[in-house]
């Protein structure tokens, strides 16, 4: 590379609670490039974008930014050297217009003092148009698709004076064409000298967009260089790690079952819910564990949801047990034994509640009858929650108290209490160490042993070759590929993923 | 798994004492205390009557209130859904085929007519609730703005009802809030308390020990968790409006019996005395904490206070003070001490803020 870099990061380490995310991390950016960064979940990306971009401060390490050495202790420190986040999820505040997201806290004034809102509309008008968005800014933002706020979060990075622009997946949720529309801003910023890193799990978008790439794995540099010195084959490997694997214990490749011949638990049919999943059609046998891969947004976390009735679903049917399942209804899903174990725990986990009522909540008739009693309600909470083996296992205690992986074994203790035909779950072990982990699926296991179908959604690999018999893979709201009876690695999951 | 051997190493330290939770029953004890040594005679067997005969209207408020507040809702209505129920009462009992106009031909009425002019109203104010709890969880709205609608609705229909005339209610309401059983020496047992002491064990045992009762605390402690395991969570807000309105009604109706009759300017305070009654127990506003015992002591906190300071004589306790005299002749006819009752709600409002203040402050250093 012939310029001087722009921004240079060395030895950056960062520890979470000790466990190291980052280990001596290097990354430069050379002014004008579009800089790709890839690697699988928990690779650091995320990490390194945050320390970047003043999230972070408690870093080990030296940046430099146009030679001069920087401290990033807060996202504003960072916003004045000019770096500026755009991020996946969180695009503005959807209420407002465009033109004041596009000025949040910095609009223009009259000299009376009250916000010019000619001069702000002129300039969001003008602004936008540079990026090709042509847009009514006096409309609310979320009236506009996607791609148009993510548009107007850049507008507004540049706005505040950013050199430097970081891309968090800013294509996972976007169809090709929208995702085109963005290339064709970030390369137009490119000539205009913008420095951007993107970050994505698609790596043909890196190959169509990135001058640069660099790869981690495992809070580390794998490698860095010209994009052209890559193939979508080489980054991959890279990303995945076969080596390293070897001697780390988890899966990366498994070898699927034949199919099973029991009978289909559940079936749907042409399930679709617009721009979120479509026309999903699968079947789960008894004791079966089907898997779901997909990155964020892919879909796949959203059907299992719908499965459950907690999310919507415009077209379609469910069957289990050959009689249909009605959709958006939580209450009848449950009674059929249709139960949903969710990522986020506090969703499911009532934390200002005792754990016992948290246990007891969903069959409260069954185990308690009429008349509700303290003792009676710990005599049930308490040997199921020794079997799900929660520490401690009291019931007068408050669930919050809990760690993660404990009160995502209080919901499978709450449902341990009825019965289970299909147990669906959604990163069940997002957040946990690995000794929680290995708990929770345990239990998992134990279901499927008892006949239970099994569908389980998650955007890591591992987990799925490590427990699903068989393993659909999800692109953009669509099933894609479904592997079942052949070997299989990390590898070829990611490959038709993505 | 290896969970069964370390549980006994992992058992809870012994507990330490939990200033948010008892700090309600403390406020109460210094309010009491308080108005002890600045009251005469204020530990006294009347000064309890007196309390428990103030505190009944409220206490049947606060009690539908709580489920309200429980599953993290609100109900503005109250106080005019309580004042509607009683102005339909009092216009019903003047009805020509009931007791007739000012209540006239009030014995002769059958006690089949009594009931439904008492039954009517409550009827109606569930009917109220009901309407208020379908259209907040179909309207996505807060509770809030419905209720604060369904506020001005009822207030509208109190006045033409009543077109601003004041009513008779039925003999029965008078007895109930007027009467009281001679128990001890002048320790009189107010019937309207029996009945609030009624309301109140019945909403105890259905909060704690029933099925509903647990789906309020769960709704309101985390609907999403509670509408994932299957509760129906819409309507279990909807019966909780519906019970608030119910008790709203019946509290309305004990107020008028005891002022015997109805007219416009009652029960203008009564919604939020209640919410100041259930907060200052230590209910949380943001649902699923909460209970009809800490109701108890909310109500009995504000009306000990009320009544206490109704019963504070400044001029006596200036003068009972150990400071010269040229002070006490200057406080005496200082206005502060000449136009105290006008001072009243200025000092109930200052405590109420100090204890909420202080409550919420040990909650959050809880937490």
Known sequence: ?498 | MAAAEPTAKLASPPRRVDWGDLAPTISLALIVITFGAIVDGFFSLGTLSLILQQGAVLAIAATGLTFVLLCAEIDLSVGMVALMSACLCGVLWEQPWAAGPKGASGATVSIGTTIMVIAIPLMVAIITGWLSGKLTVSSGLPSFIITLAMMNITLGLARFLTRSEKFAVPTVLTRLGNDAWKLLGDFRLPRSAVLAAFVMVIAHLVLQHTRFGRYVYMTGGNRDAARLAGVRTDRIVVACLSLCGLTAALAGLVNAGRLNSVSLDQNAELLLDAVACVVLGGTSLFGGEGSIGRTVIGVLTFTTLKVGLNLTNVERLVKSWPIPTEWKTAWLKASWVTQFDLLRPFLLGVVLLLALVIHGRLVKRRD
Not at chain 1, 135 to 148: A, K, S
Not at chain 1, 149 to 158: P, S
Not at chain 1, 226 to 240: E, G, H, I, Y
Not at chain 1, 436 to 446: C, G, N, P, R, T
Request: proline fraction near 5%; glycine fraction near 8%.
């Open chain 1, 1 to 498: 590379m012939s310029s001087p870099a722009l921004l240079t990061a060395e030895q950056i380490t960062v520890r979470f609670g000790g466990v190291p995310a980052l280990e001596n991390v290097h990354f430069d950016l050379a002014p004008g490039e579009v800089h790709g960064l890839v690697g699988c979940n928990g690779a650091g990306k995320s990490t390194l974008m945050k320390v970047l971009a003043g999230a972070v401060p408690h870093y080990e390490g030296a940046i430099q930014l146009d030679g001069q050495p920087v401290k990033l202790s807060s996202p504003r420190v960072a916003l004045s050297h000019g770096i500026a986040m755009v991020y996946q999820e969180m695009s503005g505040i959807g209420q407002l217009s465009v033109a004041e997201n596009l000025f949040l806290g910095r609009q223009p004034l009259t000299r009376w003092g009250t916000v010019d809102w000619k001069t702000m509309r002129q300039r969001a008008t003008e602004e936008l148009a540079q990026l090709d968005v042509h847009v009514d800014v006096r409309r609310p933002l979320r009236e506009n698709p996607l791609v148009v706020r993510q548009l107007v979060e850049i507008a507004r990075g540049l706005n505040s004076g950013a050199k430097i622009l970081i891309l968090d997946e800013p294509t996972s949720a976007l169809s090709p064409p929208e995702a085109q529309r963005l290339f064709s801003v970030m390369r137009r910023l490119r000539d205009r000298g913008v420095a951007q890193i993107f970050i994505t799990h698609f790596l043909e978008d890196v190959l169509a967009i990135c001058d640069r790439v660099t790869v981690l794995r495992d809070g580390q540099n794998v490698s860095a260089g010209a994009t052209a010195s890559f193939t979508r084959k080489s980054m991959l490997d890279q990303m995945v790690g076969r080596q390293a694997d070897a001697a780390g214990q988890e899966t990366v490749e498994a070898m699927l079952p034949p199919a099973s011949e029991k009978p289909v638990r559940l079936a749907t049919k042409k399930l679709t819910h617009a721009a979120v999943f479509e026309d999903v059609s699968l079947t789960v046998r008894a004791g079966e564990c089907l898997g779901l891969y997909g990155f964020v947004g892919a879909g796949h976390q959203e059907l299992v949801q719908a499965l459950a009735g907690a999310a919507p679903v415009d077209s379609g049917t469910i069957v289990v047990d050959e009689r249909p399942l009605p959709t958006e209804n939580v209450t009848t899903a449950v009674s059929r034994g249709v139960v949903f174990v969710a990522a986020d725990r506090g969703r499911t986990v009532t934390r200002r509640a005792p754990i016992a009522h948290n246990v007891t909540l969903a069959h409260l008739k069954r185990t308690m009858g009429n008349w509700l009693t303290r003792p009676r309600e710990d005599a049930v909470a308490r040997p199921v929650l020794e079997r799900v083996g929660c520490r401690p296992p009291d019931p007068r205690k408050l669930a919050g108290l809990l760690s993660g992986g404990n009160q995502q074994k209080v919901v499978f203790a709450k449902w341990l209490l009825g019965p289970i035909k299909v147990l669906l779950l959604e990163e069940p072990t997002r957040g946990m160490d690995v000794h929680a982990k290995s708990e929770v699926m345990q239990l998992v296991k134990e279901q499927q042993a008892a006949g239970v179908a099994v569908i389980l959604a998650s955007t890591e690999p591992e987990l799925l070759l490590a427990y699903a018999d068989r393993i659909i893979t999800f692109r953009r709201g669509r099933m894609h590929k479904e592997f079942a009876g052949e070997k299989v690695t990390k590898h070829d999951l990611m490959h038709a993923a993505e």
